[in-house]
DNA sequence: CCGCAAAGGTGTACGCTGTACGCCTTTGCG
DNA sequence: CGCAAAGGCGTACAGCGTACACCTTTGCGG
């Protein structure tokens, strides 16, 4: 019986879950985000947190997304070079704020919305910048990890992008209105190499050699850091 | 009481423990990898292993130790650029091998004698190859967790080749002799900067500044995959 | 050959994890 | 007002890593 000034416990909401994960997350690291853990900060009972997420890989994959989906937006000015750097710093930043990111991101399976509308607008970047769709599709495995805080290559599993259910042509439509880029590099992709959308062996060839080019002129320039 | 002709159950070792293990992981996955199902393997009850392992974490990194202690060794012939395109293309076969082999490493904190030797056959070809020790530095980096199956930034814990004890003078020396190239590399970055070994935003930086002067060199000339 | 310390294997037990299932309470809408 | 839906609770279970105490086997010095 809560007395009527008493500050009634607020319902939980997912987001009110998410943010209190974050929280713990950033505190003390993703080990010790478990659902009993996050619930006792919630002030509820560990099971009150199943009508909020579907288990705890559902958590996790909640919070990647809400800190994904909270990347700032570049400036919409400069080189496609320029606006592609931003992107790159925006994302490690959220990484040094949040440590657990990377372990986070590595063990999902499926890329979620969110991981898609990232990838789509750094490719629609590098399109808008004059590359083709073939070469946008390369240069983007090339940036992988490094420069997402995600690698391409992590989500050989598939996207997850809501309606698992049938229609093949329907669910195309709206990866295309959704993600157009992104879906028209999968497009491109499967055209050339039909058995498969991505040939992994090509694309680490591709950026081994992209690097090792970048290396021997450097070697070449006599390059030092310190100036 | 096992008559004279019955097989007697051979005892563990760690070499014996750490082969079941790696072949329990390349069957079902890192995540199959649980103290209890390794020693069911073995016929043995599950404390039996830790007087062989020290915990799971010890475990994990005696498996990924003896993968990369298993990489072949390259032909000593050719090119810097040769002989370190083979030596990535040796690393990415191991982990086609084993797929658990990503998450072990990023799992680990500190880098082995096994590890270190890695990293030091590489530094040794870009510096064999006419490399700047400076220069090898970063574009070790550069390569980071793409070419090697791990990342340099994922061991920010410092090193664990053995005895912690005391005289770091004697570790100096026990380091430059087993790993002259990482060591003089550990070195010449702490010499120009003195607060810490690595600049972390500054090789983010310089990887990000190669990768996107190659994407606009491949753009320019009009590059295309399917040839 | 004996004996004894060291090394190896066993059994039990604890605290932690994610979560299935059933029950009760609160909420919001017709 | 009443009732279905949604939200929160409590119990319970199987699996995890591993601490600790105990017994058995091994190999070596006397």
Redesign the pocket.
């Known amino acids: 019986m809560p007395e009527p000034g008493s500050p009634?416990?607020?319902?939980?909401?997912r987001d009110r879950v998410l943010a209190e994960a974050l929280a713990l997350a950033d505190a003390d690291g993703l080990d010790?985000?478990?659902?009993?853990?996050?619930?006792a900060r919630l002030?509820?009972?560990?099971?009150?947190?199943?009508?909020?997420?579907?288990?705890?890989?559902?958590?996790i994959g909640g919070m990647v997304d809400a800190v994904i989906a909270g990347y700032a937006r570049p400036a919409a000015t400069g080189t496609w070079r320029e606006r592609v750097r931003e992107r790159a710093l925006i994302a490690r930043a959220a990484h040094l704020a949040h440590p657990w990111l990377r372990e986070a991101i590595q063990s999902r399976r499926r890329r979620s919305a969110a991981v898609l509308g990232h990838m789509d607008a750094v490719a629609g970047e590098f399109i808008a910048g004059g590359f083709s769709v073939d070469l946008t599709h390369h240069v983007m495995h090339a940036l992988g990890n490094r420069v997402w805080g995600f690698s391409p290559e992590a989500f050989d599993g598939g996207d997850d992008v809501g309606q698992p259910d049938g229609d093949p042509a329907a669910l195309l439509r709206m990866m295309s209105e959704r993600f157009p880029h992104v879906t028209a590099i999968a497009l491109d992709a499967s055209a050339r190499n039909p058995s498969g959308s991505c040939d992994e062996q090509f694309e680490f060839e591709f950026t081994l050699d992209l690097l090792l080019d970048a290396f021997e002129r450097l070697r070449a320039a006599g390059w030092e850091s310190s100036g």
Do not use: W
């Open positions: 009634q416990r607020r319902r939980l909401d010790a985000v478990s659902m009993r853990a996050l619930a002030e509820v009972v560990p099971m009150a947190l199943y009508k909020h997420v579907a288990d705890k890989e559902d958590l």
